[in-house]
Structures are given as C-alpha cells and as structure tokens.
C-alpha cells in the first residue's frame, strides 16, 4: 500500500491537474482540498503540513468505535 503524500495541483477550467509526475496505484483514493484564490504562503504551508499527516490521525490501524463502546451515551446526541 502506498503510504499517504501531498501533491500540488491546479484546475484548468475543465479537470484537475497535477503539477508533479507522480505513479498512481489504480483506485487510488484521494482527498481534494481546494485552496482560495490568492492564499497566502503560510495558508498553503499549513495545509500541506496537515496534509502529510492526515494519516497519522486516521490510518488504517486506527480502531473503530461503536455505541457498544460508550461508557454513557449524550443524551442531547440525536441518532438519524
């Protein structure tokens, strides 16, 4: 399994674009995050910072949590 990187890219006015030549697995899952037109450098620093380490916070080792797993449930919590 590839392990997760930031990549740059641009939109054309008609698909997505990447600005680096990178080999894709097929089906690769991707995460877009679009950035406001003029972000500053520290915006974009910042967002490739947390982009790197999306997978630290949610890799695949990460346990799941049920209800079962509640020690008391919010009573404000409404289940849809």
């Known amino acids: 399994m590839m392990e997760s ?4 890219a641009h939109f054309n006015g008609t698909e997505v674009v990447l600005d680096e ?3 894709l697995e097929k089906d ?3 995460l877009v ?7 500053d450098t520290e ?8 982009g790197a380490h999306f997978d630290s916070a949610f890799g695949d080792d990460e346990p799941e949590y049920g209800f079962e ?12």
Do not use: M
């Open 5 to 8: 990187i930031t990549l740059k």
């Open 21 to 23: 030549p990178v080999e």
């Open 28 to 30: 690769a899952k991707l």
């Open 33 to 39: 995050v679009v950035l406001p037109n003029g972000a």
């Open 43 to 50: 915006s974009e620093e910042w967002f490739s910072f947390s």
């Open 69 to 80: 797993d509640l020690i008391e449930i919010n009573p404000l919590y409404e289940r849809r």
